[in-house]
């Protein structure tokens, strides 16, 4: 059994290049309706979908659509039973919506920062900037663990908290230090434990090298990379289509 998966959104004056493959290495095609379109391929039903490799080549796809023209996400999974199905049922349907939406993103696209902390410097760096801490830590030097425990907790907790508002801190650096050259700013919560931020930024295409020089005050305390240019997944949402399709 056989249907369509569905990438996403793009203008439908796009031709998609002869090379381009998705999900299961595919061919990529284009199904247009009026002025809008949508990357498509075919993908055998009988094939379990969802894992690692079909994850990223569903991303790899719209992260390199979105380096040359502008492409709404459609949601992983979205499959339909046949190109007719896609013009008539998601692109017809939802076309000036679609319209409006690549005209806002036209010569766009996201870019993400991610900030961490040298892991060989953070404590030290919070043990200077908080004497409490410092106070806590000579408390319980050389003292048995049970006699020290409120101690130890409070010194914990004390760690935990000027980390988390080191965090805050410099998210808000990174937000800052960014917004003067991108359309909108998305800040996250950092995940890892030497993360110090997760922003994303919808930007012009021509800016990138704008938005490195001013992430360049950042490098001298933090480890920042700028990934991009992306699919604008955190500004334009992702197209959710439910089709009874679906494998």
Do not use: C
């Amino acid at each position: 059994m056989a249907g369509v998966y569905v990438y996403g959104i793009v203008p439908a004056d796009v031709d998609i290049d002869d090379e381009a493959r998705g999900i299961g290495e595919a061919p990529v095609a284009i199904v247009r309706q009026e002025g809008i379109a949508a990357l498509v391929s075919d993908l055998d039903l009988d094939r379990p979908l969802g894992t690692p490799e079909d994850l990223v080549a569903h991303g790899a796809l719209l992260d390199a659509t979105a380096a040359a023209v502008p492409v709404l996400p459609v949601r992983f999974g979205a499959v339909l039973t046949d190109r007719g199905a896609v013009a008539e049922e998601l692109l017809a349907e939802h076309e000036d919506e679609f319209d409006e939406a690549l005209h806002e993103l036209d010569g766009k696209a996201q870019y993400v920062i991610n900030a961490r902390y040298v892991p060989d410097t953070l404590l030290q760096d919070v043990i200077a900037g908080d004497p409490r801490i410092e106070r806590l830590r000579e408390a319980i030097r050389d003292r048995p663990e049970d006699a020290t425990r409120t101690e130890r907790i409070a010194l914990g907790e004390a760690v935990n908290g000027a980390i988390e508002a080191r965090r805050q801190a410099d998210t808000r650096a990174v937000a800052e230090a960014v917004a003067p050259v991108a359309d909108e700013v998305v800040t996250h919560e950092p995940a890892g434990e030497y993360d110090a931020a997760y922003v994303s930024v919808l930007a012009d295409l021509d800016r990138e090298g704008d938005l490195e020089r001013a992430l360049g005050g950042l490098a001298e305390r933090l480890q920042v990379r700028l990934l991009g240019p992306l699919a604008a997944y955190d500004f334009v949402g992702d197209v959710k289509w439910d089709s009874s399709a679906q494998s």
